[in-house]
């Protein structure tokens, strides 16, 4: 019998909905089958604690005396540039950002040890910050240089808004070069001395829910320790790719984009993060609660890792140079056995997204939902589908001189 | 039969002495260098994998102490912060002696200090920056 999001949001007030994580679903599934654990079973919940570089944040300074506008100026939170293109004290802070001496990759590879990720999580840290601007000075905003500390508390509004997170799968990224080879997935050692992979595979959000039917514009989510909410289909979604029987799709797919208030977030589940030789990025924690409205639902939860497939992917000559191809398909439980076989040489896993925190997020959001301080939200709007036929296209360069 | 890392601290009076040497004839021990460099602050600095018959082990480290050389375990020089770690895994299969080692159910990654060579790869490639080589 078919539940609706309405009906287990008053079990949850009344504290008798039944929360399990999407790991706990997987052997009441196997051990009850999908149509009775649909009946016993309200919502799954899921977690991913990764790198996610599509992430950053925004927020209002306040108004200085005399007032300044920062607008279409530069300012520096801790010496790394914020995006400065809005109203007089509204800034935007990425992941990526780098301090303007930041020596980058000038040794190579790069340490990246400070930038936009390190900079969200000391202000999340609650830490004080040293803000730095200049500006050209108007007939409204006529000063023309601001140094102070600022500190999270004493901000109108940070919002953590992020384009682009949780994959809905990723590559498996190997080097077939020679020498060592510094990416987003990682070092990866050469002639296929390494294989690292980035998913939380079984816990992880869309996976669990691979065609969008509950997940959408509006579901209530753990974001970064607090409250946050879907806002979008993430960038560059893609979700017109090859899936298997079980719908997940078995190359990088789905992704969300997400906000909340970054004032009830916490550093332990947004990390400031240094990939050696790439640059700075911000590890966030992300948990999505899956109603389980019908029998359909409940057997997607209860995918497991090894039906969970992805593509094995050279970042030493066909990623840099898009060039389609897989050098071979494995599935998580052969990535998190420590290795996999790729041309024939055994190669040993490593992983960029922490499984032990994963769990801990979708046990984080269990609790609040089990407690009653989580309800589920009716989406209001829904991703497109593989049915849209909505595809990541390549850029169309078109040359500037004729 | 005894086989230990350790970090042996030299001060600038040392530096041209034969110290190992003395290590291996007189108390007939076998060593292996893993790092080895002089710095300005400190004076000289040998990571050894000192290992031979205990009796000899503890005389060769007497001496060592007599003589000048400050010495402590490896592994306490190698530290992982734990608050930092995530245990995503990052640094397993970069390690050369595989010092790391997952927990097949819950994923955690263990730090096994005694295997340990001090290489440094994983502290730069370690993401969230947990680990640490504070010689």
């Not at chain 1, 019998?1 to 997987?26: C, D, F, L, Q, S």
């Not at chain 1, 991703?383 to 004729?402: Q, V, Y």
């Not at chain 2, 007599?66 to 375990?73: A, F, H, R």
């Not at chain 2, 927990?103 to 295997?115: A, C, G, I, N």
Request: aromatic residues 8%.
């Amino acid at each position: 019998m078919a539940k609706t999001i309405k009906e287990i949001n008053e079990k949850i007030k009344r504290g008798e909905a039944v929360v399990v994580t999407a790991e706990e679903i997987i052997d009441i599934v196997e051990e009850k089958g999908a149509k009775k654990a649909a009946q016993q079973v309200d919502v799954v919940t899921t977690g991913t604690f990764g790198p996610m570089c599509s992430s950053g944040a925004y927020f209002n300074i306040g108004h200085s005396t005399p007032k300044i506008k920062l607008g279409g100026e530069r300012a520096y939170l801790n010496d790394v540039p914020l995006y400065t293109g809005l109203a007089a004290v509204d800034t935007f802070i990425g992941a990526t950002a780098l301090p303007d001496d930041d020596p980058r990759n000038k040794t190579f590879p790069g340490e990246f040890r400070y930038g936009g990720g390190h900079v969200i999580e000391d202000l999340v840290a609650g830490k004080d910050l040293k803000l730095v601007a200049n500006a050209y000075g108007t007939d409204c905003y006529p000063r023309r240089k601001l140094e102070t500390w600022v500190n999270i508390r004493d901000l109108n509004e940070a919002v953590l808004f992020n384009p682009r997170n949780a994959y809905q799968n990723y590559n498996v990224a190997v080097n077939l070069g020679n020498t060592a080879i510094y990416t987003y997935m990682g070092m990866l050692k050469p002639n296929l001395g390494s294989a690292n992979y980035c998913s939380a595979g079984q816990l992880s959000p869309l996976l669990n829910d691979p065609y969008y039917k509950t997940i959408g514009i509006g579901t209530r989510i753990f974001l970064g320790g607090g409250i946050g909410y879907v806002v979008w289909q993430g960038t560059q979604f893609n979700p017109a790719v090859q899936r298997k029987d079980n719908g997940t799709p078995c190359v990088p797919s789905g992704t969300l984009a997400v906000i909340g208030d970054l004032k009830q977030m916490s550093a332990e589940w947004l990390a400031g993060t240094s990939m050696q030789g790439y640059g700075t990025t911000l590890t966030v924690g992300i948990g999505v609660p899956i109603p389980i409205l019908n029998e359909e639902m409940c057997t997607y939860t209860a995918v497991n890792d090894e039906e969970l497939w992805t593509q094995i992917v050279d970042y030493g000559e066909s990623y840099p140079q898009g060039k389609k191809g897989s050098l071979g398909e494995v599935n998580y439980a052969q990535l998190k056995s420590g290795k996999i076989t790729v041309q024939g040489m055994a190669v040993p896993t490593g992983s960029l997204s922490s499984y032990p925190k994963a769990v801990e997020i979708a046990k984080t959001l269990k609790e609040w939902i089990e407690k009653g301080d989580f309800l589920l939200t009716e989406p209001v709007g829904f991703f497109p589908g593989p049915e849209t036929g909505t595809t990541c296209k390549p850029l169309r360069e078109r040359p500037l001189e004729k | 039969m005894i086989s230990q890392r350790i970090v042996l601290h030299f001060p600038y009076k040392l530096a041209d002495q034969p110290i190992v040497h003395r290590l291996v004839k007189d108390y007939d021990l076998e060593f292996n260098i893993l790092k080895a460099y002089i710095t300005a602050e400190e004076g000289g600095l040998l990571v050894l994998e000192l290992g031979g018959e205990e009796k000899n082990y503890e005389r060769g480290i007497q001496y060592l102490k007599e003589v000048g050389v400050k010495l402590q375990p490896l592994s306490q020089d190698v530290v992982r912060n734990s608050t930092r770690c995530s245990h995503c895994g990052a640094c397993v299969p970069l390690c050369p002696a595989a010092a790391f080692e997952v927990v097949p159910v819950t994923r955690e990654v263990h730090f096994h200090d005694t295997k340990c060579v001090a290489c440094g790869l994983c502290v730069k490639a370690c993401p969230l920056r947990a680990m640490e080589v504070r010689f």
